[in-house]
């Protein structure tokens, strides 16, 4: 609920832009990110300034011609993401900044629960790989996310739509391994029941079947924390589609989006 003390807590009416990094922010995110060469050029434009051009882009689903022109150059801020999506990094301050946020409220570091769902989205004209998923009528991509049970994202993939549920979780999972290994249940829908996911990892696949007498919309245990994080995500424009010709920058633009959600709460708090 929204109250004069909630509102000014989550208002960004001071900065240049909503997406721009707060300095509580910032230094939550600056010791995260690599330091500039000890050889070469120095750097023009500073690494807050790039982040604050791909949080921009993210956020109001623009193309990167279209960026202000107060911020680095196109050309900067899309060399700099790429560099960055290439070498992992997202997914690295991803899983700090999920890691930190847990040991905020308590938690231990790495979850030993999970919880998977899939969403379908439609591509644009950019190209790249897709498919059509024949149960939600959808021609373009699928996300398999795994989050925590607080729903903090802690894998996010992009897949061709026409990928199967529990063909695609094989890759969620076994991903999980490296980067959470103390993860010992994942709770899922119907859509992942079978020996495929269940045998890809040693992760136990606890489904989670709707009442035999529902009726319309109904929130199932464990399962409802991760749509709440598709609601999260899907408040970025550049995500209410997948506009991207490659599966590595729709994956990046994934985690960039958690990362968003995790450093703001992170910042407002500290």
């Known amino acids: 609920m929204w109250t004069p003390t909630t509102r000014r807590q989550y208002s960004r ?13 910032w230094a939550l995110i ?8 000890a050889r070469g050029r120095p750097r023009r434009w500073a690494p807050r ?13 623009i193309a990167w011609r279209l960026l202000p022109s107060d911020l680095p150059p196109k050309s900067t801020i899309f060399r700099w993401f790429s560099l ?20 905020r409220v308590g938690r231990e570091a790495s979850p030993t629960a999970a919880v998977l769902d899939s969403q379908s989205v439609k591509t644009t004209e950019s190209g790249g790989p897709r498919g059509y998923d024949a149960g939600k009528k959808v021609k373009g991509r699928k996300r398999q996310v795994m989050v925590d049970t607080d729903g903090r994202g802690l894998i996010l993939e992009s897949q061709p739509a026409d990928v199967q549920d529990r063909d695609g979780a ?19 829908d119907s859509g992942y029941a079978g020996e495929t996911p269940a045998q890809a990892t040693s992760i136990r696949i606890e489904i989670v079947r709707k009442p035999p007498d529902q009726v319309g919309f109904a ?52």
């Open 84 to 103: 960055w999506r290439d070498t992992g990094l997202f997914e690295t301050i991803n899983h700090l900044l999920v890691m930190a946020d847990r040991e």
């Open 170 to 188: 094989c890759v969620v999972l076994g991903l999980s391994r490296r980067a959470f290994p103390f993860i010992a249940t994942a709770f899922a």
């Open 49 to 61: 300034e790039i982040l604050n051009g791909i949080f921009y882009v993210l956020r109001g689903g």
């Open 13 to 25: 009416d001071g900065l240049r832009y909503e997406t721009d990094l707060t300095d509580a922010e």
């Open 30 to 37: 600056e010791p995260l990110l690599p330091g500039p060469h």
């Open 219 to 270: 929130v199932h245990p464990r399962r409802w924390v991760v749509e709440r994080f598709f609601a999260w995500i899907s408040r970025n424009r550049r995500l209410w589609k997948d506009p991207e010709a490659t599966l590595t920058s729709a994956r990046a633009f994934l985690y960039a989006a958690s990362v968003m959600l995790l450093v703001r709460r992170l910042g407002r708090c500290s």
